[in-house]
């Protein structure tokens, strides 16, 4: 649960001013990397550390510190976000193109138009299609050597659109001044100087369990031997573990369902989860892995019982969502034969509210 000036839903994270051990260590790197030293999305996994450790570990080892460019990859996370319908994530990526510099592009997204230049058009393009696990015609338009920056980053994102649209409300800003040209421009001038600062690789691998890979050869094979391959592999292991929360008959049909999945956002009616009485958890665990946007407090209390923490619930959320992003995961990796594509498709309408269960 959430009151009405908490920007977090159905958890309550403890202040970030509180924190401790790897918890502390982890926002202490983001505010150094990230600009934003509360970043709710990383606020919201606290109750779960080895969840928001390996979580940042990835953003920061693509998104951040990984090959290709800053704008470029923030094109990509924005193109993620909008497949999704994260309007948070879609409003806080606006933002980060605009601390970049690209105040051109940042707005030029923000009005539902393509970019201009045709590398970050078909980068937006593929971000974009990357939802629909289809390995047959997506390949990711970057040179080889940008692949590992490209990849960690849209699946970053695909998992942590998921999280945010689970556990925190749409708004980046209070009364949702982002939607003011002004604001955007002013809050990504505010971050420049971090932004833009180069980062090492590899930094965030020290927060990570040591029971986890963290060997710059471990992970996919995307990753190239890059920082970005551990961290990756870090997030599978500590997201699955969610799993326990599940009996083996739960568990299968969570993933069957994903496996059968088309990458389409499913309808309201006839709702296609499992009922929240008779399956409370693999219903949870659907819905964060493909309409997180759609959990709701009656959900949520279907499920909870006293022993299930706000730990047990991240960690529930999170299983779901990775569930997804693995399969997407399988898809963006897989052997291509087409070149990539230089078409670009319009802007989605993005969500004003969240849907209704």
Known sequence: MSSSSSPFLHTEPLPPKSATGRVAEVYGQIARDFGIPEAAPFVALSSAPELMAATWALMRESLIAGP???????????????????????????????????HTLAERLARGEAPADGEHARVLDWARRSRVPDASGNPCPVPREEVPGYVGTALAFHFINRIVSALVAEQLFPAGAQRLRCVRSLAGRSLSRTVRRPAVPGAALTLLDDTLPDAPGRGPAWAAGTPVGPAYAALSTAATAGAGLLDPDEQSLVR?????????????????????????????????????????????????????????????????AFTAVDRIETALSAPRTTPPLTRTTPAPTRPTTREPS
């Open 256 to 320: 069957q369902s994903v496996a059968a999945w088309d990458g389409s956002h499913p309808p309201l009616t006839p709702d296609p989860f499992p009922d929240r009485r008779e399956c409370p958890g693999a219903r949870l665990a659907l819905l964060a892995a493909l309409a997180p946007y759609r959990i709701t407090d009656v959900d949520v209390a279907a499920w909870r019982r006293p022993e299930h923490t706000d730990h047990c619930l991240v960690h529930l959320v999170a299983y779901g």
């Open 68 to 102: 290709g460019t800053r704008t470029g990859k923030q094109v990509a996370a924005f193109g993620v976000s909008l497949a999704n319908q994260c309007p948070f994530c879609v409003d806080a990526h606006t933002v980060l193109l605009h601390a970049t510099g690209d």
